[in-house]
């Protein structure tokens, strides 16, 4: 499926002056924030799109310590699935104030908070969509070789890696003490397949039977209809 195509069947599904909830997930590192974004551009100007990040609705750091699950960052557990509905739910009816999580702190950065006011459609990409939450209208999910999902993955973990040597300030200059294959090393031992992986198998991929459409990536980032 072209991205043109993905595009028009979202776009089909809406309505004048009802908004509509578009749901995109899947593992990490499958690139949905890079789908999301163009999305977007190619449903835009005809509709009014605006795209959010389940990462907003992680509990903060400092909860996930006191919980005691900080390491499972990313699990169904650690996400205010309350709120996040309520943020879909409330949408359809006035703004709703979406809270941000910066990729650099590694934690809920209360500056990238922000207002959404009734866009023709919203859409929400991350994780914390299994199970399905109330509010969403449409689910796409984003399935890919668990092998080209590591790849990506620690070259994510790399890019982070390198922006931190000047940045003492990111999450990512804890790991600086190592050489570079060290840190991939690490990305992909420890990280990868001691974390994003068993969430992967065990709680994400359950939303590739419950979505309503299902695209594959290929190594290219290309995408086909599953």
């Known amino acids: 499926m072209s991205l043109a195509g993905l595009a028009q069947r979202i776009a089909d599904r809406a309505s004048p002056g009802e908004v509509l909830v578009v749901g995109v997930t899947g593992s990490v590192a499958a690139g949905k924030s890079t789908l999301c974004a163009a999305l977007r551009a190619a449903l835009e100007p005809a509709l009014r799109v605006e795209v959010v990040s389940t990462d907003g609705f992680l509990f903060s750091n400092a909860v996930l310590s006191e919980r005691g699950v900080l390491m499972r960052k990313g699990y169904p557990e650690t996400y205010d699935v309350e709120g996040l509905a309520a943020a879909l739910e409330g949408v359809r009816s006035g703004p709703v104030t979406v809270p941000g999580h910066s990729h650099v702190i590694y934690d809920i950065d209360p500056a990238l908070s922000r207002d959404v006011a009734a866009p023709d459609i919203l859409i929400v990409e991350g994780l914390g969509l299994t199970p399905r939450p109330r509010g969403l209208d449409l689910l796409v999910y984003i399935d890919a070789d668990e092998a080209h999902l590591e790849d990506w993955f620690a070259a994510r973990f790399m890019d982070f890696w390198r922006a931190a040597e000047t940045d003492p300030t990111s999450f990512y ?25 068993p969430n992967l198998r065990e709680h994400i991929v359950k939303a590739r039977d419950e979505a309503d459409i299902v695209v594959r990536k290929q190594a290219d980032h290309s995408l086909v209809l599953a």
């Open 173 to 197: 200059a804890r790991f600086r003490a190592m050489t570079a294959p060290e840190a991939e090393a690490f990305a992909r031992s420890m990280v990868w397949a001691q974390m994003n992986l």
